[in-house]
């Protein structure tokens, strides 16, 4: 959904489709469009003649991005965007994904299932 | 037309992953052909929506509102046949209510069941996979949670799997 990113991570392959986060194979009930982004990224598994192949899906959603965004208003900012804007100046943190050391980033294990 | 997903997000996403994507160095892209038709392949599929079932342990996002820098980085199997009547999404930066509604949004288990029953797949797997997409530190995931969930797809004799991220 965000093509660039999921390039720059180097992906043996790659179907591109325009849709909202959270939404990556279609709005809720639109089984065609599902079925179709679906349908490219199984078919590519045969057709993708080497690494890195991309295939665009043209698809249009069905929202203005302006729609789409006040779609998910009301949600509560992420805890990191709550940080972000107590603490400014740890933004350049976020960007280059240096994770402060103070934060007590402990890495928490949690069990495997 | 270019397939331009930044302009769903708000100014300050879409600058941090641009960000991103200018840093990352692909390397070596790994690519293994299909070994054989893919009518005759068990596929499963894996989602960053961080979907865990009723009856499974929630993504721990008390871990992530303590520290912001943090996010769960196990993972979850999710067996063919689960709708969304038995799952919750567990993701602090996506709506997941969409997902939540149709599970088939995030995790198109109905539409891979379909396209097997039309032949263009073989098979669905009988276990899929939800990770919880914001991990800003990947070694974890990387060292113990992909061994993890490929030693269950080698288990299963799964020969292709679809990752959407969300």
């Given amino acids: 959904m965000i093509p660039d990113l999921t390039r720059a991570a180097g992906v043996p392959r790659l179907v591109a489709v325009s849709h909202p986060m959270g939404q990556p194979f279609g709005r809720p009930g639109d089984a065609e469009r599902q079925r179709a982004v679906l349908r490219a990224m199984l078919e590519l598994l045969a057709s993708a003649p080497g690494p890195g192949s991309v295939v665009d899906l043209p698809f249009e959603w069905h929202q203005t991005p302006a729609q789409a965004r006040n779609a998910s208003k009301d949600l509560p900012q992420s805890p990191i965007a709550e940080l972000l804007m107590k603490k400014p100046w740890l933004v350049p943190n976020l960007y280059t994904g240096r994770i402060p050391q103070e934060s007590d980033a402990a890495t928490r294990m949690s069990d495997h299932p | 037309m270019a397939i331009d997903s930044y302009r769903f997000l708000d100014f300050a996403t879409r600058q941090i992953m641009k960000a991103w994507a200018a840093r990352l ?60 009547k038995d799952v919750r999404l567990y993701h602090l930066h996506i709506d997941t209510r969409p997902g939540e509604a149709d599970l088939d949004v995030v995790l198109p288990l109905r539409r891979l069941a379909e396209l097997a029953g039309e032949g263009v797949v073989g098979r669905p797997a009988p276990s899929h996979y939800s990770i919880m997409g914001y991990i800003l530190d990947p070694t974890e995931l990387l060292e113990r949670t992909v061994p993890a969930i490929a030693e269950r797809l080698r288990a299963e004799h799964v020969d292709a799997v679809a990752l959407a991220p969300a």
Avoid: H, M, Y
């Fill in chain 2, 25 to 84: 160095e692909p390397g070596v892209i790994p690519f293994t052909p299909l070994a054989k038709p893919l009518r005759e392949c068990t596929v499963a599929l894996l989602s960053t929506a961080g979907i865990a079932r009723n009856d499974d342990r929630p993504f721990d996002q008390e871990g992530e509102r303590r520290n912001p820098w943090w996010g769960d980085p196990s993972f979850r199997t999710i067996p063919l046949g689960t709708t969304e």
